[in-house]
């Protein structure tokens, strides 16, 4: 089997690179290298024979059609990810989440790919009280990130709908391991706690989360890339609901650090307060989480500690101009 995998240098499409060619795929990989992408996410299978690198951009009609020929699925992780960027500016979220997805799924249509799998995200949902989401619930998306992936979403039924591709869609939880950006909750504190910097908690610090260690994540993609059925939606839950002031404890524990990092500070416009997943009809395909929560984390926080080479340059490269504009004043 051949795949188009998009957003192959970030922290999840990484991984699902790994996980593809070890499970025979070829893969190329069409990755536009934003802040985000990183090559060194896949220098350990850049030799790979069945591995093929595209620098191009999902929103590139021509590049994506000279990528899609000889595909028979796509997979597309391509997108920005960020909640807080999203606020500081939008404008990015619409042409990649949405006009990019648009532009893949008509590549697709025209040749005649066998299968499209949009990654999406239970943010989609909106915040949930009490109970989990199932996938026939309806979108209710509070940032301009989860409304340009509901956009995607919904560009992504309509071309099933209207012209009969074959298309799933993936609505992951938070996700979390090697290889994260350091924008994000866990990999944020993590590198802040390794160098006994402040962990900025949004708010009191009670949001609750869904985590999913990011290999289980891949293998449920997989799964709904192999076995989903056309046109419907698959929940990938991890099923471990943690609030952030637990997540910043492990932490601090894992790293040997205090409570006296922790920094409440102003909370993020729109913040959902819980999200959670129902994941029965994913389960329904045979997969089921193969990671403890409490080992996972362990791990990813092994891996910070002894891949500085990774995030170091990261962290003070473009990064600190985000860092200063969005930390700077809370
Ligand atoms: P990431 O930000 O780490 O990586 C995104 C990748 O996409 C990068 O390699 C980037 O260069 C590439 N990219 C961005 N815009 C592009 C464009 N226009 N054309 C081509 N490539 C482009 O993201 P991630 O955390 O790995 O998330 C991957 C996917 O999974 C996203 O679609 C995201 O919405 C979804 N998701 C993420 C999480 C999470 O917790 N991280 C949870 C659920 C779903
Ligand atoms: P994040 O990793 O940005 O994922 P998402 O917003 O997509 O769920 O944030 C996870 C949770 O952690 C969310 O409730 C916001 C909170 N958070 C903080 O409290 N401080 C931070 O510096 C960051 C980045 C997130």
């Known amino acids: 089997m051949k795949l188009l995998v998009t957003g192959g240098c970030g922290f999840i499409g990484s991984a699902f690179v790994r996980l593809a060619l070890a499970r025979g795929a070829a893969v190329v990989n069409l990755d536009k290298l934003t802040y985000a992408g ?57 042409t990649t989440d949405v006009v990019g997805t648009a532009v893949l799924l008509d590549a697709a249509r025209r040749a005649d790919v066998g299968r499209f799998v949009q990654v999406s995200t239970d943010e989609v949902y909106g915040s949930i009280r ?69 962990l900025p908690v949004y708010g009191d610090g009670m949001q609750v989360r869904d985590w999913i260690f990011v290999d289980d994540h891949c293998e449920g993609i997989w799964a709904v890339l192999d076995q989903g059925v056309a046109g419907e939606v698959y929940n990938v839950g991890g099923g471990n609901e943690e609030a952030n002031l637990g997540i910043t404890r492990r932490i601090l524990e894992l790293t040997g650090r205090d409570a006296s990092l922790v920094r409440h500070v102003a909370d993020r416009p729109g913040h959902d307060r819980r999200y959670a997943l129902d994941t029965a009809r994913l389960r329904g395909l045979g997969w089921e989480p193969r990671h403890s929560f409490e080992e996972a984390l362990a791990a990813t926080v092994a891996w910070y500690r002894d891949n500085r080479a990774w995030w170091e340059p990261i962290k003070s490269g473009e990064y600190r101009r985000y860092y200063e504009e969005q930390y700077g004043t809370r």
């Open 38 to 94: 990183n090559p060194e996410n896949v220098a350990d299978v850049a030799d790979h024979p069945g591995y093929t690198f595209v620098h191009a951009d999902i929103a590139d009609a021509d590049a994506v059609a000279d990528a899609i020929r000889g595909a028979d699925a796509v997979v597309n992780f391509a997108a920005e990810s960020h909640v807080d960027r999203s606020i500081l500016s939008p404008a990015d979220f619409i």
């Open 130 to 198: 009490s109970g989990a989401f199932h996938e026939t619930d309806p979108l209710a998306p509070s940032s301009p990130y989860s409304a340009s992936k509901a956009g995607g979403d919904l560009q992504v039924l309509a071309w099933h709908r209207t012209f009969g591709l074959d298309a799933v869609i993936t609505r992951g939880s938070n996700t979390f391991g090697p290889r994260q950006y350091p924008e994000k909750l866990i990999p944020l504190f993590v590198t802040n706690a390794l160098d006994g910097l402040e």
